[in-house]
């Protein structure tokens, strides 16, 4: 199958709410299901709708999907290069309609489709989630780089029992409710599906005597601090990743990613374009007049301008190499300077003869002009 743009498969925009694309797989679901529609076709688009829905519905395999596209969650569909996707989660979102949980066989129709199964099942541990964070920096440190520590409070490898689960004397036995494969087999309506244990919630095992700090769970919250180093030229919105610095993984499964999303604060008088600055200077109408070279004010400090006789208002000059630098160095960028001539609101008596006097010649010029 080709790769589909998700929201497209979906038929929602991409700024659709959690709502909206639950609501809209939940049409295509009913609509395409193998089991109730035997059109040619009708299986790949069942299995395309649900892939769409398991990386939209979950927000950090979203947020990479609108960053990087495929890519960004693990491939195109299906098959065992798709991307991850939980499906015992799916079918446990949709038990308003498909009804509630009970046993039964049949088969999984997500196995059969994906070639794989609802649940993780006893060998594979569970990968540690992704977290997010946001910093803000000035538009000055855009220039170097800058630093920032940021507190977290994460789930971590619990110190008590290693990450186990058990308390002394505890031992992990084999679970009842699916005889050791962590996940059950369940027929509702027409969805017959593989799913995680909800006794051992797919893990294939029980603890008989629970860790008391983390109750079993092998995890227990942590504050740590992370220092984040945030690289020159970064854009406004950019992410930085920092593998492993998410929650701990379980089994040996891999820890999750830190995504840190840097915000710059625009600067007062420049405004970023890219690498390109942008800035505004009044001239006075002797200057714009008869030229000058002014003083420009920029990131660095200052720099000197030359304006040349008979300058209009709204002219753009540039200044080169004082705008932003190139994401982890390289070239910088130029500034760029908008003159406006500035109209003074009260003058001297002085002032106003001259201005008078100046407007005479004029209105003598014209004339002699006309004739």
């Not at 999907?65 to 890519?71: I, P």
């Not at 031992?171 to 494969?181: A, D, P």
Request: with cysteine; aromatic share 6%.
């Amino acid at each position: 199958m080709s790769q589909r743009d998700y929201y497209e498969v979906l038929g929602v925009g991409r700024d659709a709410s959690d709502a909206d694309i639950k609501s809209a797989y939940r049409k295509l679901a009913l609509k395409f299901h193998p089991d109730r529609n035997k059109d040619e076709g009708a299986s790949d688009k069942f299995k395309e709708a649900t892939e769409a829905y398991g990386i939209l519905s979950d927000g950090d395999k979203r947020a990479r999907y609108d960053r990087f596209g495929h890519a960004g969650v693990g491939g195109g569909p299906g098959g065992s290069g798709g991307p991850a996707v939980d499906f015992g989660d799916i079918f446990s979102q949709f038990g308003d309609i498909f009804g509630g949980r009970g046993g039964g066989g049949g088969g999984s129709i997500f196995e059969s489709l994906f070639g794989m199964g609802g649940g993780r099942g006893r060998s594979q541990g569970k990968p540690g989630r992704s977290l997010r964070a946001s910093v803000e920096i000035t538009m000055q440190e855009v220039l170097g780089g800058a630093e920032r520590t940021l507190t977290l409070r994460r789930n971590e490898t619990c110190e008590s029992c290693e990450g186990s689960g058990a308390a002394p004397g505890g031992v992990k036995e084999t679970c009842t409710g699916c005889g050791g494969q962590g996940a059950v087999h369940q027929q509702q309506g027409f969805f017959a599906v593989r799913t995680a244990c909800p006794r051992c919630q797919g893990e294939g095992s029980v603890i008989s005597k629970p860790c008391g700090t983390c109750r079993g769970q092998g995890l227990s919250q942590k504050e740590r601090e992370i220092e984040v180093r945030i690289p020159e030229g970064i854009e406004d919105g950019a992410q930085i990743r920092l593998s492993g610095q998410g929650e701990s993984g379980r089994g040996g499964a891999p820890d999750g990613d830190l995504f840190v999303e840097v915000h710059v604060t625009e600067q007062e008088g420049f405004h970023r374009d890219g690498r390109d600055l942008y800035t505004e200077v009044g001239l006075t109408w002797p200057q714009a007049v008869l030229g000058d070279k002014i003083i420009v004010e920029t990131l660095d400090g200052e720099a000197r301008m030359s304006v040349p006789a008979g300058t209009p208002t709204g002219k753009l000059f540039r200044i080169a190499s004082q705008g932003l630098p190139r994401l982890h160095g390289g070239a910088r960028g130029d500034l760029l300077v908008r003159v406006y001539v500035e109209v003074p609101t009260k003058l001297t008596r002085e002032q106003k003869s001259l201005v008078k006097k100046l407007r005479e010649l004029e209105e003598k010029k014209a004339k002699k002009a006309s004739k």
